[in-house]
């Protein structure tokens, strides 16, 4: 009976683990890549006197009229590291056909930017092709290892020299705040996780829907299962929402943590936790039932079993639990502030009247051996939130036991006692 509530614990750690690791993993992106793009100086120098205003300056006009190496040399700052031919030049080559935008024909056509594949957005002239850092020997060709580093590469073939400029983009500096960088890489080197945290997204809520449930009995005093579920959405859609919004914010798993966002990052993770205390009480309610026999009541969560035998009781007293003080004027602060902000809508005010006003009925059964045992049967609204309660008192009577029915008021959280 035991083992069967503990399957609801791991039922909902099932979700908790799939939304943690899944979003974490989906989020990531790769730390750093480097990008080459073929560079034809001939027509970098052609292009010195093109203008959209049609105004060409002196300094314009002078570099279009240098000698090619001149301008090469001049573009350049003279630092041009020469590749070995025999060990890189099909290498290159293969990045200049796809940097031309004849992606089918290079076997690198799959690293440059989705929207350079668009005809919508087809750009004009060479396009960037991606690399991860420990694919080339970027040191070697004078790249630095420093966010918007650049430098220049030559390498000799048949055809003539080759020319390549290649840039170092650190993510974890370049990625803004709800931003993404321009021509950003394709996705199977920008995020490399995020398949596999789509798959441990679906193997966790795949896991929460067919881990076997206990068959529930006609007469079982326990919580009915469409509470329980709700209570299940509302506790993923706090923690999903609340975990998530950080790497969105900051654009990236490792941003949201080591980023200039990172204060934010704790303010939403303390959100989040409230989502992780819901699922974690809707375990509890989903495993808790209610067993009698002639000599005791029998509670039992996924904790254990709690059996309080009828010898044993001193006293049982109809309760009604409200929120402690300090909550329900919390509420009512929260209503007030957003009255003077001049919000217009009612649901400040409404949850102060339910926080002010809730109240859950319930059993307070006292015994010679411990604290009280509460067993609540109402909601906040008076409603019942446990079928088949009534066998409980009728239990009670036939042991001999009186329920004081005057109610008593206390206060407090019904999860906690």
């Known amino acids: 009976m035991v083992n069967s509530g503990r399957i609801e614990l791991w039922r909902r750690l099932a979700i908790f683990i799939g939304i943690l690791a899944g979003t974490g993993l989906f989020f990531y992106i790769v730390p750093a890549l480097i990008n080459i793009t073929a560079v034809d100086w001939q027509q970098e120098q052609a292009d010195e006197l093109k203008s959209i205003t049609g105004y060409v300056s002196t300094e314009d006009k002078r570099l279009n009229q240098l000698p090619l190496s001149d301008y090469i040399a001049e573009k350049t700052a003279g630092e041009i590291t020469a590749a070995d031919p025999g060990q890189w030049w099909e290498f290159l080559h293969q990045v200049q056909i796809a940097s031309n935008q004849q992606y089918a024909q290079s076997i690198y056509g799959n690293r440059v930017n989705d929207m350079d594949k668009d005809d919508f957005w087809k750009p004009r002239g060479m396009v960037p092709v991606f690399f991860k850092t420990d694919e080339l020997p970027y040191s070697q060709w004078g790249l630095a290892k420093e966010e918007g580093a650049t430098s220049f590469l030559s390498v000799a073939g048949q055809g003539g020299t080759s020319y390549f400029q290649l840039r170092y983009e650190d993510y974890l500096v370049s990625v803004g705040a709800m931003s993404k960088p321009y021509r950003e890489p394709p996705g199977w080197l920008y995020h490399p996780y995020r398949t596999i945290g789509i798959a441990v997204m679906i193997i966790g809520l795949l896991l929460y829907i067919f881990l076997p449930r206990r068959k ?167 409603g019942v939130i446990l079928p088949n309660f009534n066998r409980v008192p009728e239990a009670l009577h036939s042991a001999g036991i009186p329920i004081k029915e005057e109610s008593r008021e206390i206060e407090g959280f019904s999860m906690f006692m």
């Open 216 to 382: 529930r009995e006609s007469d079982e005093i326990s919580y009915a299962g469409g509470r329980i579920v709700a209570g299940d959405i509302v506790g993923i859609m706090f923690l999903a929402l609340f975990f998530g919004l950080p790497f969105l914010i900051s654009g990236g798993t490792v941003q949201a943590i080591k980023g200039v966002m990172w204060p934010v990052t704790l303010i939403m993770w303390f959100l989040a936790l409230f989502g992780v205390i819901i699922l974690y009480y809707s375990a509890w309610y989903a495993s808790y039932r209610i067993e009698l026999t002639p000599e005791a009541i029998h509670l039992i969560t996924y904790k254990g079993e709690k059996v309080c035998r009828f010898d044993d009781i001193t006293a049982v007293e109809l309760i009604s639990l409200r929120n402690p003080g300090w909550f329900r004027k919390l509420f009512l602060a929260m209503a007030m502030l957003s009255l003077f902000t001049g919000r217009s809508s009612p649901q400040p005010a409404g949850s102060a009247l339910l926080a002010e006003s809730a109240a859950y009925g319930g059993l307070e059964i006292r015994t010679r051996s411990g604290k009280p045992v509460y067993l609540w049967f109402t909601d906040q609204l008076g």
